[in-house]
């Protein structure tokens, strides 16, 4: 069964950088778009960057200048880099992805299992 599998999450002082990964576990025939979104406790999930298959990215203002997001065809995987951390970027990061896993078959949308950024003050 193909799935998204994250990683890089964990606990970063103010200022600090993070990168988070996540790839495909099985075959992947072709992929879309992939982005990123993250959720806290009590609130709901908000989209934190997208990147195109064909490299256009999206960015949340609240992170633009400081995220970047990338992704690689080959490994069918997508990446963010975190840099100059905030608190109030604290959440449960997931990453999210549309994947063809055959010919014949549409993208389906598949999400990772989330990692948790903890950034102190």
């Known amino acids: 069964q193909v799935q998204l599998v994250q990683s890089g999450g964990g606990l970063v002082q103010a200022g600090g950088s993070l990168r988070l990964s996540c790839a495909a576990s099985?075959?992947?025939?072709?992929?879309?778009?992939m982005a990123w979104f993250r959720q806290a406790p009590g609130n709901q999930r908000e989209l934190v960057a997208r990147i195109s298959s064909s490299g256009d990215t999206n960015y949340a203002p609240s992170v633009q200048g400081r995220f970047t997001i990338s992704r690689d065809n080959a490994k069918v995987a997508t990446y963010l880099q975190m840099d100059g951390l905030k608190p109030e970027d604290t959440s449960r990061y997931y990453c999210n992805a549309q994947l063809q896993v055959m010919r014949d078959l549409g993208k389906v949308n598949y999400w990772g299992q989330g990692t948790q950024v903890t950034v102190s003050s």
């Open positions: 099985g075959r992947i025939f072709s992929s879309g778009d």
